[in-house]
Structures are given as C-alpha cells and as structure tokens.
C-alpha cells in the first residue's frame, strides 16, 4: 500500500511542495515526471528524491455533519523544491515503494508570466467531487440511505485537498480523471507544438486575471465543478475576447464553494447539493449557495447561459460508444474531413452528453455542427424525444466582444483523441482533424470576429 497527496494542487518555479504520503513499505522514494507527447514515450523524468522512511499515516477523521474526510494530522513526508527544471506542464510524481507499491500525485506547474495562445486547465474540482477516499465523496457514502433516492443521503457535503486519490484509470492510482479525459488533449498538443500554458480550476480561482492572458481557454474532461469566482473570471475574459473550449459535457454544472483548511486556502470544497442545507441559505449572496445545480435556486445561473446547451444525462458505461452525427458538413470545421450532412463517425460518443433544449437559456446564435441520435434505452437521459434524445456539438459567438464558445457535447472527445489501440474502433484521425480545425479558429483571435456562429444555417 502507498499513497499520498501535495500541499498545493499547482506551483511555480520558487515554490516548495509538500508531501503526505502513507505506506506499509519500509521506504520509498518519489520519481518527478513531467507528462505529455516526448515522441510517443508520455513523459519525461525531471527529478528523484532521495530513498527516504516509510510509515503508515494515521486514519483520515471523517467530520460528521459534512462527512468530509481528511488527511491534514497526516506528517509531512518529504518536500520538494520547484525549480526552473520543472517547466510548465503537467507532472505525475511517482511514489515507488521498496516493496513494489506504486501511486502518483498529481501536479500542475504553471507560469504566472506565460502569454501563450492557449491555456490548459486541468480539472481538479470535479476531480475531488469524484474522490471516495476514506469511503465518502459528493456522490457516495456510507449509511442506511434509501438506494432510489438521488442524491444519496449519506454523500459528503465537503471534500478535502488533504487526501489522496482513491482511484485512478490506465493504471495511474491517485490520478483521478488526469489520464483518462485530460492526457490525451495534453499529449495532442504537445505532439502538434502548440502554443499551450497549464492551469487549474484553483490557479484561476486565485489568479483569475489569467485567462486574459491567452487567447483560448480549454476545459478538460468532467468539468462539472466551478465555483463562483471561477465562473466569473471565465465571463470576463469571454467579454473580453478571450474564446472558450468545453471539451467535456456537463460543464460547470455543479455549483461549490471553497474554504480554508488546517494547512492553507482552498482546500476544502463545498457542495451541499440542497440550498435548503447549506449554512448559506438566506444569509449574504445567494450565487454562493451550493443547491443541486447552478441552475437551481437561489443562485439560478444555469450553465447553458455561458456554455451554449446544457447536460442531458449519460450514456450508460455497459452501452456501447455511439455514433457522431454531422448536421453542418459545410461549417468551417468539417474542413478538411470529407464528411457530409447525415454521415455519422462511429465511437465518438460516450458517457456525459449535452444537448441543446428548446426553451431554455442558451445565446440565441448557437450553431450546432452535430447532431446526434442516442438510444435512451441504454442511457439516463433527462430529456428525450421518444426512445431516443440528444448529443449536439455547438458553437457560438458573442456580438459584443466577439469571443467564440464551442461544446464538444460529450465527454468522450478527448479520449477519441488517444492513440487506438490495433483492431478497435477507431475515430481519432477525424476528430483530431476537427480539433486542428477548431483550434486554428479559437488561437488565432476572437472567434466571431472571423468565424461567427450561423443560427439559421443548422437550428
């Protein structure tokens, strides 16, 4: 057994990071990689620790009106200086322990004077939301909850920073979602040499003038979770004329908070998921109370407003990936693919989907590129139109300060944009196409002011 977790979810050059980390080896070390494309390889070691003493950390406390659980009694490890060596990435340290155990703790290290064209934000909110260690997190819990209500009762109504990861998917323990809906975007990039800086959802909280200082934002993976002073600096910089990329569906649909804890700012996250519940309600200002969604009230912001669409519940993960179905093969961003109205790309389509609804409060010139068929009865979708409902790419643009906002109108895109493995479905080849096609657009400078959406040409 081994696992950990940092001090700081990002860092710069000058910072020291600190390191929890629990074992049942009698030592251990810690091994610094910096991922991304490196010529197929994924990664690059930039720093080993010294052979140090393992131990078994004391139980994590759970805090009983909240059921977060908690790490911070945990001693600190080891630490680790960040210097120049460390650029502007995303890093995996390794934890090896001398009996073979193996876990990782994610970083992100980011440049406060970098003004590249892109900036990538990884997803760290939703990553946490997402996290039962200790047995609990906003979706699981322990206790006599009635199964066929939703949400369970017995969830957390705060997460903890001060934990580790209980899961990790391709074999990365303690990555959270880092490998499987973020890397691939990561690694695609670096291999087409883009311009890019990194970020996270509490870089942006803390430093929120940043994202004017790129000329895109991508939201990566499950990108559910954004907290109020996140939301706010992605619509100033989108005033601004800074474009946006939700590559994940469901994007900011979850509504937290952040607060202190014993071991500094921001490293307890909030959702209670009941206005009524939250300590909150009624007092100050409603957008900070935690109900269901951002849509609900009293901070009734849904996210369709800024995303362009909203969440429509997901494929389930017994179902097989659906089929992309293109609506508007003359748009700018089929360049280059051949593809035509109707024509479907096979595999695209898994887990979280958003549509756009008739009715509800998305910009009034969205575009949809695609427009795809799912089958409801393998899915949970909220809305349907008979036995079926809805996947939709969209796209708008602000006539004021002509940024562009695209939704990829799935969760599983950035995934589509991995190497396939030899005798699977493969759509990775068009979807990187279109991806080139978008990026070119969103880099290059406000999107309406060269690309701007075309309602009457796809609704």
């Not at 690059?44 to 659980?69: A, E, F, K, Y």
């Not at 883009?194 to 942006?204: E, F, G, I, P, Q």
């Not at 202190?260 to 309600?281: F, H, I, K, Q, T």
């Amino acid at each position: 057994m081994i696992a950990g977790y940092a001090s700081r979810t990002y860092a710069a050059a000058g910072d020291t990071l600190s390191l929890y980390v629990s074992t049942d080896a009698a030592r251990f070390h810690v091994e610094a990689y910096r991922v991304g494309y490196y010529r197929g390889t994924g990664a690059r070691l930039v720093w080993t620790s010294t052979t140090v003493p393992g131990r078994v950390q004391q139980p994590c406390p759970r805090t009983s009106d909240t059921n977060m659980v908690s790490c911070s009694d945990w001693a600190v490890s080891l630490r680790v200086p960040i210097t120049r060596a460390f650029v502007q990435g995303d890093y995996l340290f390794k934890l090896v322990g001398s009996g073979g155990q193996r876990s990782y703790i994610p970083v992100t290290v980011w440049d406060p004077g970098s003004r590249a064209t892109y900036l990538i934000k990884n997803d760290v909110l939703t990553w946490q939301a997402w996290n039962p260690y200790g047995g609990y997190d906003y979706y699981v819990g322990s206790g006599g909850c009635p199964q066929d209500v939703y949400p369970l009762c017995s969830r957390a109504r705060v997460v903890s920073f001060d934990r580790p990861y209980a899961f990790g998917y391709n074999g990365g323990k303690g990555t959270g979602d880092f490998l499987s809906l973020e890397l691939p975007l990561v690694q695609w990039a670096e291999q087409h040499s883009l311009d890019v800086a990194y970020a996270t959802d509490l870089t942006v909280v803390d430093h929120p003038e940043i994202l004017t200082d790129h000329r895109a934002v991508f939201s990566l993976g499950h990108d559910e979770c954004w907290s109020l002073r996140e939301r706010r600096a992605a619509v100033a910089a989108h005033r601004a004329g800074v474009n946006l990329a939700f590559f994940g569906a469901s994007a900011m649909l979850r509504h937290v908070r952040l607060a202190p804890s014993a071991l500094g700012p921001d490293r307890e996250e909030v959702d209670y998921r009941d206005s009524s519940a939250d300590p909150l309600d009624g007092r100050g200002d409603p957008l900070r109370v935690t109900g269901n969604t951002w849509a609900s009230p009293p901070a009734s912001w849904p996210e369709d407003q800024f995303v362009g669409e909203s969440y429509n519940g997901f494929l389930e993960p017994s179902a097989p990936a659906a089929a992309l179905t293109v609506s508007d093969s003359r748009a700018w961003i089929f360049a280059g693919t051949g593809l035509r109205d109707g024509q479907q790309v096979p595999g695209v389509i898994r887990s979280d989907v958003d549509s756009l609804e008739p009715g509800l409060s998305d910009p009034a010139d969205v575009q949809v590129f695609a427009h795809s068929p799912l089958d409801a009865a393998q899915a949970q979708p909220r809305t349907r139109i008979g036995d079926t409902f809805y996947s939709d790419m969209t796209y708008y643009t602000d006539p004021e300060g002509h940024a562009a906002v695209w939704d990829s109108g799935t969760n599983n895109w950035i995934p589509d944009l991995a190497l396939c493995a030899a005798g699977t479905v493969c759509p990775a080849p068009v979807i990187g196409r279109i991806t080139g096609n978008l990026l070119r657009v969103l880099g290059s400078g406000p999107g309406g002011v060269t690309h701007p959406s075309l309602p009457g040409e796809s609704r």
